[in-house]
């Protein structure tokens, strides 16, 4: 069953700030007030922020940041190579020495803040629980 959020009415849910959302995530803050931590670890997001209590633990960010980490590491690794190559003549080993290290920076540089986006996008639009309502888990009972 999915939940149609309609903005404007009275019974409706406030409209949130999507981009404002997503760039507290992205910088490691509640996607709500901005001033609470949102990790306790180097990807586990808190229980529930230190200043507003907004809860975080419902957030299903899942597989969607290190398929986006992904995404742009790999555009941006394999363009920079691209033009590396026309610009000086390495051997392998070199090209090797310089693209391995980097791509593997950029992956872990990019995790934190693309997770705390990709949380705050769900955070404005209400979805897993951040809408006041309990995600719906009946199917995943069956997995248990
Ligand atoms: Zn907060």
Redesign the pocket.
Known sequence: MSVEIRYGDEASPKKRDLWGAMKRGWLGR?P??G??RLYKSFLKPVHS?E??G?EMHHQRADDLPPYLVIFITGHVIVAAFMIFEELVILNTWQHLAIWAPMTIVMALALMQPVKGAVIGMQWANYMHGFGGEADEVADLDRYE
């Open positions: 509640c709500h007030c001033e609470g922020c200043c507003c907004e």
